[in-house]
């Protein structure tokens, strides 16, 4: 069956969690096609404050009576069925429309359309490429899952390139169709919604099919994938795209990048931890294949700066320096830890879990990477969609690392207990903050906005 035109059919569009990150992207991207556009979302967030800016109606409950003379609503996966716009919306027979649905819609659109997958780094690898891609002059639109400093989550752009990101959370991804789709690795995350690893690999295969995927030859369960045409990067094995006489920095690290064995020339990264040079070979890759210069792609990875939450510093609070990172997947906090060399008596890690399937899930994992910390505090969990489950609760990963660590970690319920925490602990330097729940927002307006 033929798809829908959205963007053609329809002119006045009604975004249910208008706010998200990904939601306000789209929302933007539909007001700079001169589309009438609004939506609801209880978060008094930069995102909707930003939305509201540029003239777009944002309603702070969500009630049906908002979506008078909408056309067609739009709604993410996290969003309950009892919802009552949506149940409002379903009730009026009006056009339904899934996040991704509407993204696939407008990659339609583009001739080069670039999907960044992966169970991490795929925020950072998209902004790492709008970059590059906007230094190179090809004029990107570019949906970002995260604030970047120059692109923020959304730029629209003149050409046929288009870059965004391709979650696979509830198989989201299988709806996005491109022509170059980037696998940067597969890891053991979201299986409340796969079941299995072998259904994750499944679907990875599915979304692959048919474009040129640029697959992590380095990564296990990645390098195995089977795409109809592919281009490889990787730093330990044989791949197209590689890196060679890496050496780590104060600010990152440089290498030298080889096409096929034959020098491309140095690289310089100013962004921390070793998982970022394959973000910046997959990225060399799709450029490198767009017929990109050498000499572009290199100025733009050397002027990358990371995004909001990813290895963010926020200030200083009494002296200590204060980091930010989304990191709540074991291995991406493991990297974090890593590239910041995190572990001495000076650093304090704060933890909060997101969503108590994941800490269930794993949370042996989860143990394991956080025992050898030092000074460790363990923050509520944030329970997104969920319900409390002891199994996959802060309380119980709390006890779990105090069998296994020689350090003792802290847990703190309340914003109160966290505060006053913070304000006892002496000869700290740095102090990071982890996870993707609502901890960083609580930090940075309590500790160093306020700060006088």
């Known amino acids: 069956m033929k ?7 329809y002119n006045c569009f009604y975004f249910i969690g208008i706010g998200g990150i990904s939601m306000s992207a789209l929302a933007k991207h539909l007001l700079s096609l001169k589309k009438q556009v609004f939506g609801s979302d209880k978060s008094k967030s930069d995102e909707v404050q930003e939305l509201i800016n540029l003239g777009i109606t944002v309603y702070n409950e969500h009630n049906p009576k908002n979506i008078k003379g909408a056309q067609v609503v739009v709604y993410t996966s996290a969003i309950s069925e009892n919802n009552p716009e949506l149940i409002y919306a379903k009730s009026k027979g ?4 899934k996040r991704a649905e509407l993204l696939s819609n407008i990659l339609s659109h583009y001739k080069n359309a670039i999907c960044v997958s992966g169970s991490h780094g795929k925020t950072t690898c998209s902004a790492m490429l709008s970059r590059v891609l906007d230094v190179a002059k090809k004029s990107p639109t570019c949906f970002i899952g995260g604030i970047d400093k120059t692109f923020s989550n959304y730029t629209l752009g003149k050409s046929q390139i288009a870059v965004c990101e391709a979650c696979e959370y509830k198989r989201n991804f299988l709806l996005l169709n491109s022509k170059y789709k980037i696998v940067l690795n597969i890891d053991n995350d979201h299986l409340e ?17 048919g ?20 281009i490889t990067f990787a730093i330990e094995n044989v791949a197209e795209y ?23 020339g140095k690289i310089k990264l100013n962004v921390k931890g070793k998982h970022n040079i394959y973000n910046a070979l997959a990225v060399i890759s799709v450029c490198h294949n767009l017929g990109i210069l050498f000499k572009d792609i290199k100025n733009g990875l050397k002027m990358f700066r990371s995004v909001k939450r990813r290895n963010e510093f926020l200030g200083k609070f009494r002296g200590i320096k204060v980091y930010a990172d989304y990191a709540h997947h074991p291995n991406e906090i493991k990297a974090t830890l890593l590239g910041f060399k995190a572990y001495s008596k000076k650093d304090l890690v704060i933890f909060q879990p997101h969503t108590y399937s994941r800490t269930r899930l794993l949370l042996n994992d989860f143990v394991n990477v956080l025992k050898p910390i030092n000074k460790l505090v363990l923050y509520k969990t944030y329970p997104a969609r969920e319900s409390y489950d002891y ?9 779990e690392v105090a069998k296994s660590s020689k350090y003792p970690p802290t847990l703190c319920m309340t914003e109160k207990e966290l505060f006053a925490l913070l304000s006892k602990e002496k000869n700290i330097k740095r102090a990071f903050i982890l996870g993707a729940g609502d901890l960083y ?7 160093i906005e306020k700060k006088k």
Do not use: M, Q, W
């Not at 009006?94 to 429309?97: A, H, M, P, Q, S």
């Not at 199994?391 to 006890?399: A, Q």
């Open 3 to 9: 798809k829908i035109d959205f963007i053609s059919k």
């Open 391 to 399: 199994s996959g609760s802060e309380s119980k990963l709390c006890l």
């Open 211 to 230: 474009s040129i995927a640029v697959i992590n030859n380095d990564d296990l369960l990645s390098k195995n994938l089977t795409p109809t045409k592919k």
């Open 242 to 264: 590689t890196a060679k006489k890496l050496k780590e920095t104060r600010y990152g690290y440089n290498f030298i990048a080889l096409h096929n064995g034959k020098k491309l």
């Open 94 to 97: 009006l056009k339904l429309v």
């Open 193 to 209: 919604s796969f079941g299995s690893i072998s259904n994750l690999i499944s679907d990875f295969n599915t979304f692959i099919k």
């Open 441 to 447: 927002n609580i930090i940075k307006e309590r500790l």
